[in-house]
């Protein structure tokens, strides 16, 4: 049965994500404090966090940039305010794989649980090769990648985007097709997404040594990965 690990300091709000998740067989544990959150998704394995960004205490971007620093990979759907872009485009960037905009529809947050869930459980049940380029190696296995066999941090999200276009160099992805693969469903949301997680890999793996840039633009349709010796 999943574990899922609820922060969020609206008691009403809480109550509403209990109930529904529950429903639906979920195991659910609260924290309605940011540093008492904190503390409980790194002492116990969850197999999924929401996270509201707006906490006392700690916030849920702070929150998100010592999970990321600790080096766990469990995934988080953040909860934010309703125009709030760039919180949201933040979250995404720090490493949140989702968000649901406040106020939210109960079934879609179930949805979104389900999609993120269903995504995990597929990626550790389908066995995936080591992807190896010059300079560069992709192991799912342990989720790591290095440049010129140096270690660089990356994102949950950012490995599993990296991974999707490098596992077909050359192959041109849409931004939708991107969303549906990596995020496993049917985006609604804004294809700048997928625009920002690019952009953070590129710098990621220029500040780990990359000389070429191996994810490459293809305008008016999405993006490609090329080998670095062949990157313009």
Not at 180 to 191: E, K, P, Q
Request: net charge negative.
């Amino acid at each position: 049965m999943p574990e899922i690990l609820v922060i969020e300091d609206d008691p009403h709000i809480l109550a509403l994500l209990r109930a529904c998740l529950t429903r639906e067989g979920y195991m659910v544990t609260t924290e309605e404090n940011g540093s008492k959150g904190l503390s409980r998704a790194l002492e116990k394995k969850f197999d999924l966090i929401i996270l509201d960004l707006m906490l006392p205490d700690k916030d849920g971007f702070e929150i998100c940039r010592e999970l990321l620093a600790a080096e766990n990979d469990t995934p988080i759907l953040i909860l934010t305010a309703r125009g709030d872009e760039m919180d949201r485009v933040l979250g995404l960037r720090l490493g949140a794989d989702d968000y649901v905009v406040k106020p939210f529809s109960p079934r879609e947050l179930v949805a979104r649980v389900g999609a993120i869930l269903r995504r995990i459980n597929k990626a550790r049940s389908t066995p995936r090769p080591m992807l190896s380029f010059p300079g560069l190696e992709i192991n799912p296995e342990n989720r790591m990648v290095k440049v010129n066999k140096k270690k660089i941090a990356l994102t949950p999200k950012e490995f599993d985007l990296l991974y999707q276009l490098a596992s077909r160099p050359g192959r041109v992805y849409t931004r939708e097709e991107l969303m549906d693969l990596v995020w496993g469903y049917d985006y609604t949301g804004s294809s700048r997404t997928i625009d920002e997680h690019v952009k953070n890999l590129r710098q990621k793996l220029r500040e780990g040594g990359a000389t070429g840039q191996c994810i490459q633009t293809v305008w008016g349709v999405g993006y490609k990965f090329e080998e670095e010796e062949e990157a313009q």
